[in-house]
């Protein structure tokens, strides 16, 4: 029980630098309400004008950097978690309602569009290749023993590649 405890803590400190980051571009960031934190998976919005003063408004996603393994110390840069279904078997964070994805990496974090990187991984993801190991995850869906979840793991570097990426730090 204590490693899901340092995931829920290393999850939240994702979150914090994340709105340090936002706040540090002088936009205003409102952080979601618990029902729209666990059912339409949006943990802040965002808004604020851009150069040419156009007002926008987006939701977004945090996902905090993950390890290789819940006992390494070391995290994982090359590979990073996607959730279609989560532990109930309900929908995941990739179908949730939020308009973008923040994905934590060492220098600050991967912004992307949700719609896209949806797009992407119905195409590249093996939805008929189910496997039984995370480390055979890649490209693969996986459901964890005792759970109801569908995850995969795909590069972080297809997350960059993706046309709506962008580094914020």
């Known amino acids: 029980m204590a490693k899901f405890k ?5 999850g939240e400190q994702g979150e ?8 540090s571009f002088g936009l205003l ?24 003063l ?10 905090a950097r993950k390890r290789t393994s819940r006992g390494s110390n070391e995290y994982d840069e090359e590979y990073t978690w996607v959730e279609f279904k989560n532990v109930q078997g309900r929908k995941g964070w990739l ?13 600050g974090f991967l912004m992307v569009d949700r719609e896209d ?9 093996d939805f008929k290749k189910s496997v ?9 869906v996986y459901t964890r023993k005792g759970r109801d979840d569908l995850i995969t793991r795909i590069k972080t570097k297809d997350i960059r590649d993706l046309n709506s990426c962008r580094l914020l730090v």
């Open 6 to 10: 340092d995931s829920i803590e290393e």
């Open 16 to 23: 914090k630098r994340f709105k340090k980051i936002i706040e």
């Open 29 to 52: 960031v409102r952080e979601a309400s618990f029902k729209e934190n666990v059912h339409q998976h949006i943990d802040f919005f965002v808004e604020g004008k851009t150069d040419k």
């Open 54 to 63: 156009r007002d926008f408004k987006f939701s977004v996603d945090v996902k």
């Open 95 to 107: 179908y949730g309602e939020a308009d973008k994805i923040a994905f934590e990496v060492e220098k």
């Open 117 to 125: 990187l949806v797009k992407w991984c119905e195409e590249k993801v």
């Open 132 to 140: 039984r190991t995370a480390a055979s995850a890649i490209y693969k």
